[in-house]
Every structure is written in structure tokens, then in C-alpha cells.
């Protein structure tokens, strides 16, 4: 980088020597984790985004600081590469386990392939498993339930970062602290209270698994 070029990261390491401005990754994973405990879900799985994703390591660690800052379980987690492909390839495994009733996806997308694998196993959102992801794409209040997720404010983000770009060519300075840009949950049709588990548990729900 060519010294003195001012600088603006988006969606990156807040560790960076530049201002930083990024969506509340951590507000975000925190408000659909709760809203999934706040219906009554004893716990909450978590589908995550690539491990060297920014964004996706910080929705993580929030996720398992909510759950732990609630004293509940810490399952374990599955990982995807925002795809809906390898949401389905994720959403089998959760989709087997009848003691998954609560789903946090770190996307919209993978969200979308982890409803097919549950409606193929026979598990309905929300009846027997909800579902939240977070982005609020376009598509997402058209899925099928519409899905409740986490809505990220992207003109807001994009403006913010413009501003900060613009005041480091006025004063020629760089450093300062990194703009969180805040997150809302919106909530649709794909989460509700759980069901009985121990009788899902008794008796799992039969549906087509083959691929």
C-alpha cells in the first residue's frame, strides 16, 4: 500500500491498521441465538460460515458466548462456505439428530439448503426444528417457511465507509476506532417454542433420505 493512500477495510480484521467499518457480526449472532432460547429451545445449533472467513469467526464466537453466558449446552459445530449446497450437506446431519430443535445459520444461503435437508428427512420448521439465518437477502422472506433472520444494513455500512474515507483525505489521518454498524432480527415464519422432544425422541420423524 502506497504510503499515506488513505484506507477504509470493510468486512475484515478490526486488528487492521486502518479504519475499519463492518456490520455488529457479534450483535447479530447474539440477537438470533437469543431470540431462539427466548422461544424455550433448551439449546442452539450453529451452522457456520468458512473458518477463514472474519465475519463467520465472529458470528461463531458470539453464538457460544450467548449460549455459555445462559449456562446452556454447547453443541458442536458444522461448517459450510455461505453455499446452500453445503447448508444441505450440513442440514443431513442436523436433520438426523432428533435432539436438534433450534438452528442458527451464519447465512441466509446455507439456511435455505438446511430446510431442504429437513423437509427431506420429514422434520417441519418450525414444528419440529427452527430455523434463523442472517443477511435478510432479498429471496430469504420468500422461502418456504420465510425465514427469519438477521438483517444487515449494507447502504448504511457503504456510507459509513465513505465518510471515514473522505475525512482521512481531509485531515490525513487513519487511525481511530472501528464502526460497528448495527444488526436487526426479523422475525418470519421458520421459528416457534419447540415441540415434545422426548416424544421426537420416542419417535423420530420418517421422511425420504436419499439424495
Do not use: K
Request: proline share 8%; glycine share 8%; with cysteine.
Amino acid at each position: 500500500m502506497p504510503e499515506g493512500m488513505p484506507v477504509v477495510v470493510i468486512d475484515s480484521n478490526a486488528d487492521l491498521d486502518y479504519p475499519v467499518v463492518d456490520t455488529d457480526q457479534a450483535q447479530g449472532a447474539r440477537l438470533a441465538t437469543e431470540h431462539l432460547l427466548d422461544l424455550g429451545h433448551r439449546t442452539v445449533w450453529h451452522l457456520g460460515g468458512p473458518e477463514d472467513s472474519y465475519a463467520a469467526s465472529r458470528r461463531l464466537r458470539s453464538w457460544r458466548q450467548t449460549l455459555t453466558d445462559r449456562g446452556c449446552p454447547v453443541p458442536p459445530v458444522l461448517t459450510g462456505d455461505w453455499s446452500a449446497g453445503s447448508g444441505y450437506e450440513a442440514g443431513r446431519v442436523l436433520a438426523a439428530d432428533p435432539e436438534v430443535t433450534a438452528v442458527f445459520a451464519a447465512n441466509d444461503q446455507m439456511a435455505l439448503g438446511l430446510l431442504r435437508a429437513l423437509h427431506e428427512r420429514g422434520r417441519s420448521v418450525p414444528g419440529n426444528v427452527s430455523v434463523v439465518g442472517f443477511d435478510d437477502m432479498e429471496e430469504a422472506a420468500q422461502f418456504w417457511p420465510p425465514l427469519t433472520t438477521i438483517r444487515q444494513f449494507f447502504p448504511e455500512v457503504a456510507r459509513r465507509s465513505v465518510d471515514a474515507l473522505i475525512e482521512g483525505i481531509r485531515t490525513g489521518e487513519h487511525h481511530h476506532q472501528p464502526v460497528a454498524v448495527g444488526t436487526e432480527l426479523v422475525v418470519r415464519a421458520s421459528t416457534a417454542p419447540p415441540a415434545d422432544l422426548e416424544q421426537l425422541v420416542r419417535d423420530p420423524p420418517a421422511g425420504n433420505h436419499a439424495l
